[in-house]
């Protein structure tokens, strides 16, 4: 049986920065999709609104619009939760007493724990999810009165 050559703390670093902005860009990239997603959501909102004006329709614009910010509420909660793996790997390379470079990960954390924590992609990412969860409560209970 042979063993596996140690991997150096370069290649460590590399695989950890790699993943790091990969799950980074995925991230984004879904967030870009919902926007998308959210402007022909709207777009058949104000035209189920304007022309229909009736119940079934109406009701599943609710539905729809809650369904699809519950849906992207939960890809941005794993994606968090996926770029804390290799952000804790990186924190460990910066704390160690050989690292010569800025400690960004360090200062950011820093940072968050101050009264600028709400000013983050993930503050402004979740304000929109649940503002269309909110609005899709709203159609569908508006939908039941008219």
Known sequence: MSQNPPISAKDQFDYAWKHFAFISEQRIRSFNFYIILLVATVGGTIT???????????????????FIGF??????????????IPKNSLRTFEAEPTWIGQKLILADDQQAGSHYRWISF???????????????ILIFLYAQFI
């Open 71 to 84: 849906v992207f509420l939960i890809i941005d909660v794993r994606s968090k939760r996926m770029l804390e």
């Open 122 to 136: 993930t503050t402004a990412f979740r304000a929109t999810f649940f503002a269309q969860i909110l609005a899709g």
């Open 48 to 66: 189920v609104f304007e022309k229909l004006h009736r119940l079934k329709p109406m009701l599943m614009c609710g539905v729809w619009n809650i």
